[in-house]
T-cell receptor
Framework: IAGITQAPTSQILAAGRRMTLRCTQD?????MYWYRQDLGLGLRLIHY???????GKGEVPDGYSVSRANTDDFPLTLASAVPSQTSVYFC???????????FGDGTRLSIL | GQQLNQSPQSMFIQEGEDVSMNCTSS?????WLWYKQDPGEGPVLLIA?????ELTSNGRLTAQFGITRKDSFLNISASIPSDVGIYFC???????????FGPGTRLSVLP
């Protein structure tokens, strides 16, 4: 079934550790996005990529990095995790920017 | 930055009742999106609106693009238990690059 796959589904991580959240889509969408969802704050954009080889910063990029080496994959890296990064992380993709986005099922990350 | 407000924040309704919720923006939009998020899953697109005054239906759901272009409305008729979830509105950011999301309306349906 075509869609977006996120891994892992959930993770508990010690503060200071490095962590990469994976996101893969098989819809050949050009645009991809990473959001975090926190209670009462809705979905906030971390980083985005309008096309392979390009990335941009969203509303809350600090402490996160991304890469877009090809169309399908858009990993999100926490170089040194901190407790405030405890959240649910969603990856999304769209045919192009300004088009409706399709979301994965999320990664639940707890930083202790 | 651009902000979206959704009302109500949460609502409890009886099965079979109709539901209305709205979303307002601090600026004019040319697109409105409505998503639903089931517990433990990612948001799923329900309806997309592209023109002021547009009224679009998807089954029991109907959404409208407000005439002022600063608001949108979502109605659910004859609610059922599977309508439970969080409903998000979204619109383009100030640069037209990405979408900003409202804080959501949490819907609970009582049997």
């Amino acid at each position: 079934i075509a869609g977006i796959t996120q891994a892992p589904t959930s993770q508990i991580l010690a503060a200071g550790r490095r962590m990469t959240l994976r996101c893969t889509q098989d819809m050949r969408h050009n645009a991809m996005y990473w959001y975090r969802q926190d209670l009462g704050l809705g979905l906030r954009l971390i980083h985005y990529s309008n096309t392979a080889g390009t990335t941009g910063k969203g509303e809350v990029p600090d402490g996160y990095s991304v890469s877009r080496a090809n169309t399908d994959d858009f990993p999100l890296t926490l170089a040194s995790a901190v407790p405030s990064q405890t959240s649910v992380y969603f990856c999304a993709s769209a045919r192009s920017r300004n088009q409706p986005q399709h979301f994965g099922d999320g990664t639940r990350l707890s930083i202790l | 930055g651009q902000q979206l407000n959704q009302s109500p924040q949460s609502m409890f309704i009886q099965e079979g009742e109709d539901v209305s919720m709205n979303c307002t923006s601090s600026s004019i939009f040319n697109t409105w999106l409505w998503y639903k998020q089931d517990p433990g899953e990612g948001p799923v697109l329900l309806i997309a609106l592209y023109k002021a005054g547009e009224l679009t239906s998807n089954g029991r759901l109907t959404a409208q693009f407000g005439i002022t272009r600063k608001d949108s409305f979502l109605n659910i008729s004859a609610s059922i238990p599977s309508d439970v979830g969080i409903y998000f509105c979204a619109g383009p950011d100030n640069y037209g690059q990405n979408f900003v999301f409202g804080p959501g309306t949490r819907l609970s349906v009582l049997p």
